[in-house]
C-alpha cells in the first residue's frame, strides 16, 4: 500500500482536531490542515483529504472545492522537489520565456509536469515579490533571484541527487 | 537622508537580519505602544492617524483613520473584532511588503497592536502568502518574542487590553488580497469576494467587525504614534502624508526599492533611485502602481508619485511600485502576460470576469501570433469598456485587468496594427 492510501498518524489527525479547535468554527482551519498533509505527505490523496473532511466535520466534496482552489495545494503527486518559476510581467521581461524553454528541455517535461525519475516538478507561479532581481524562482522553500542558465543547470544537479 | 525621513526602513539591515526585540526597542520600538496603552484612549488613537493623513498602501488608498471609524467602539473585551494585516502580496511588479516583513517583523507587530487597541480588536491574523517563506519563519520569530517581552497576550502593560496574533499562511490565488475574499478565505471557503454592505468593519470575519490593513500601512503606524500627526504628515511632499516605499522594475540599471517621501516625482525615482535605463534600452511606457495599474507613457514622468497625481494621469499610484515597459519589449507580448496573470487568477465567481478576461487573453494571443483581425481590436476595446466599468463584475479584479488594456490600447495603437498587418510580432521577444 502506498503512502498516499495509508490513514493519516494518530498524531497528524491529533494536530488536525487541534488546528480545528482553534478557529471559532473547525472549516476555519481547512487550508492550514491540508498544508498540514501536504508537508507529511508531498500532496494531498482523495484519501486523505476524506480523513481531513471526517475530523473537519465538512463534506469531501466542500473541502475539495478548497483543495483545488488554492494552487499551492497538490491533487496529485509531485516530484521530491518543486520548481517554481515566476511567469508574472517583470520576469517576462527580463527574459523568463527563455529560462522556462531551458528547463523543459533539459528536465524534458512541460510546465506542470514531474521529471521521469520523479526528482522534480516544474510549475509557474504568479510574481514572487522579487521583482528587482528577475528573473525569480522558488525552489521549495529558497528562493532565487537573478536566474540565469548556468545556475538552473547547477541547481538541477543538485536536485536530482537521489535521496539518502 | 537622515534617520527619521524613512522611518519605515531606517531599521533593516540585510546583512545583520532583523532586530530582535531588545534591539527593536533600542532604537525607538514600542515607546508608541507604551504611550497609547497607557495615556490615550482608542478613539483619540483613531483621531491621530486621520490626522496623519495616512491612506491604505495596499492600493486602494482609504484613509486609514476614516476605515477605522466605521468600527463599532464597544471595547475588545465586550465584543469580539478582528484586525487582520493583508500580507497576501500578490500585485505582479511589487516587492515592499515582503522587504519590510523580512526586515522589521517587529515594527509590524507593534503596527498591528496599535490599531488594534484603536478599534478595539482582540484578535489580530497576518494573512500571509503562501510563498513568502523566510517572511513567515521571522514573522512566527517576532511573535513569539513579543509574547515573551509582555507586548502581546493578557493585560498588555496592565492596560487591561489584551491582543494576540495568529499567522494564516496562505496557499495562493491573487484574489484573497482583496479584502472580502480574504475573509472568505479566512472562514475555509473558496476565496470569492462578497458583495457590500456589509462592510468589513460591522460583519467581517464569522461575522465580526474587522479591519484589513495592508502590511506598510501598518507598520507605519508605531511612527505616527511615536512622533505625531503633524511630523508624518509633514513628510510627504504633496498632499498625502509619510513616506511610501517605491520600486522600479524592469531594465533599469538599478532595479529595487526605497522608502521616499510619498508624492517624490516619478522621474527622481526612476532616473535618480533607479539610475535610468539599462545602456540600449529606452523607456517606452510603465505601469506606475503594480500591474492592474493603466500604462502612463513618458510624458508623465513629471508626476508627483501620490494618489491625487497619478490620478489625474490617467492611472493609480496602486503599490507604488513601477514596472518599466522598455523601447526592446513588445508592448503587444507585455499585455498578453498580463491579461494571462489576470484571466488565471479571476476567482470564477462572476461570469463577465470568468470568461471575458481568457476571451480578452486569447485575442491577444492570436494578436501576438500572427492570427489576429482588425476586428480583434474591437473586441479588445468592447471588454477593456465593459469589464473596465466598476459595477459591471462583482469585484474590482475585472476593471484592475483593464486598466493596462484599455490605456495600451491607445498607447500602443500603431504596434497592434503593424501585428495585425504583419502576422506577427515584430519584435519577437527573445532577449
Known amino acids: ?164 | 537622508m537622515s534617520h527619521a525621513e524613512r522611518p519605515l526602513t531606517a531599521m533593516i539591515d540585510p546583512v545583520a537580519g532583523p532586530p530582535d526585540c531588545a534591539a527593536y526597542e533600542r532604537a525607538g520600538g514600542w515607546q508608541a505602544t507604551r504611550t497609547a496603552l497607557r495615556t490615550l484612549a482608542p478613539a483619540e488613537v483613531v483621531d491621530i492617524v486621520t490626522r496623519s493623513r495616512l491612506r491604505g498602501r495596499g492600493g486602494a488608498g482609504f484613509g486609514t483613520g476614516q476605515k477605522w471609524s466605521f468600527v463599532p467602539r464597544e471595547p475588545a473585551s465586550e465584543r469580539c473584532k478582528y484586525l487582520i494585516a493583508n500580507a497576501d502580496e500578490m500585485e505582479p511588479g511589487t516587492f515592499k511588503d515582503r522587504w519590510l516583513m523580512e526586515g522589521n517583523p517587529l515594527q509590524l507587530v507593534e503596527g498591528m497592536l496599535l490599531a488594534a487597541y484603536a478599534i478595539q480588536a482582540g484578535h489580530g491574523i497576518i494573512f500571509l502568502r503562501g510563498e513568502y517563506h523566510l517572511a513567515r519563519t521571522r514573522l512566527h520569530d517576532a511573535i513569539a518574542q513579543a509574547r515573551h517581552g509582555g507586548w502581546l497576550g493578557q493585560d498588555i502593560l496592565g492596560s487591561g487590553f489584551s491582543f494576540d496574533i495568529h499567522v494564516h499562511v496562505s496557499a495562493g490565488r491573487y484574489i484573497c488580497g482583496e479584502e472580502t475574499a480574504l475573509l472568505t478565505a479566512l472562514e475555509g471557503r473558496r476565496a470569492t469576494p462578497r458583495s457590500k454592505p456589509p462592510f468589513p468593519q460591522t460583519g467581517g470575519l464569522w461575522g465580526a467587525p474587522s479591519v484589513v490593513n495592508n502590511v506598510e500601512t501598518l507598520s507605519n503606524l508605531p511612527h505616527i504614534i511615536a512622533n505625531g500627526p503633524e511630523w508624518f504628515a509633514g513628510l510627504g511632499i504633496g498632499p498625502d502624508g509619510g513616506t511610501k516605499i517605491y520600486g522600479v522594475s524592469g531594465r533599469v540599471r538599478r532595479p529595487g526599492a526605497w522608502e521616499l517621501p510619498i508624492g517624490t516625482p516619478l522621474r527622481e525615482i526612476i532616473e535618480e533611485h533607479a539610475g535610468g535605463m539599462q545602456p540600449g534600452y529606452g523607456l517606452r511606457a510603465l505601469l506606475p502602481g503594480g500591474a492592474s495599474t493603466a500604462f502612463v507613457d513618458d510624458t508623465a514622468l513629471d508626476m508627483a508619485m501620490d494618489y491625487a497625481s497619478v490620478e489625474k494621469a490617467g492611472s493609480r499610484l496602486g503599490t507604488g511600485m513601477a514596472i518599466i515597459l522598455d523601447d526592446r519589449t513588445c508592448p503587444v507580448g507585455m499585455l498578453r502576460n498580463l491579461e494571462h496573470f489576470f484571466a488565471q487568477e479571476s476567482c470564477g465567481w462572476c461570469t463577465p470576469c470568468r470568461d471575458g478576461l481568457p476571451w480578452v487573453e486569447r485575442l491577444l494571443d492570436a494578436i501576438e501570433a500572427g492570427t489576429g483581425m482588425a476586428e480583434d481590436i474591437d473586441q479588445l476595446d468592447r471588454h477593456a469598456r465593459m469589464l473596465g466599468t466598476p459595477g459591471h463584475t462583482f469585484c474590482a479584479h475585472a476593471p484592475g485587468a483593464m486598466a493596462p488594456l484599455a490605456s495600451g490600447l491607445k498607447l500602443f495603437a500603431r504596434d497592434f496594427a503593424d501585428h495585425i498587418a504583419g502576422r506577427g510580432c515584430p519584435l519577437r521577444h527573445a532577449a
Open chain 1, 1 to 164: 500500500m502506498s503512502i498516499a492510501e495509508q490513514p493519516l498518524s494518530g498524531d497528524l489527525r491529533a494536530e488536525i482536531r487541534a488546528l480545528a479547535q482553534a478557529e471559532p468554527h473547525p472549516r476555519g482551519a481547512s487550508v492550514a490542515a491540508l498544508r498540514l498533509v501536504q508537508a507529511h505527505m508531498g500532496w494531498i490523496s482523495t484519501p486523505h483529504l476524506n480523513e481531513v473532511a471526517d475530523v473537519l466535520g465538512m463534506s469531501a466534496a466542500d473541502l475539495d472545492g478548497i483543495a483545488t482552489y488554492f494552487n499551492l495545494l497538490f491533487r496529485r503527486p509531485v516530484g521530491r522537489h518543486v520548481i517554481m518559476l515566476c511567469d508574472s510581467v517583470s520576469c517576462w521581461i527580463m527574459g523568463r520565456e527563455r529560462l522556462c524553454a531551458h528547463l523543459c528541455r533539459t528536465l524534458d517535461i512541460q510546465p506542470g509536469q514531474t521529471t521521469a525519475d520523479d526528482a522534480i516538478t516544474f510549475l509557474p507561479i504568479v510574481c514572487l515579490g522579487h521583482c528587482d532581481h528577475a528573473p525569480a524562482m522558488l525552489v521549495d522553500d529558497t528562493l532565487y533571484g537573478d536566474v540565469d542558465t548556468p545556475t538552473l543547470d547547477h541547481l538541477i544537479d543538485t536536485l536530482r541527487e537521489p535521496p539518502p
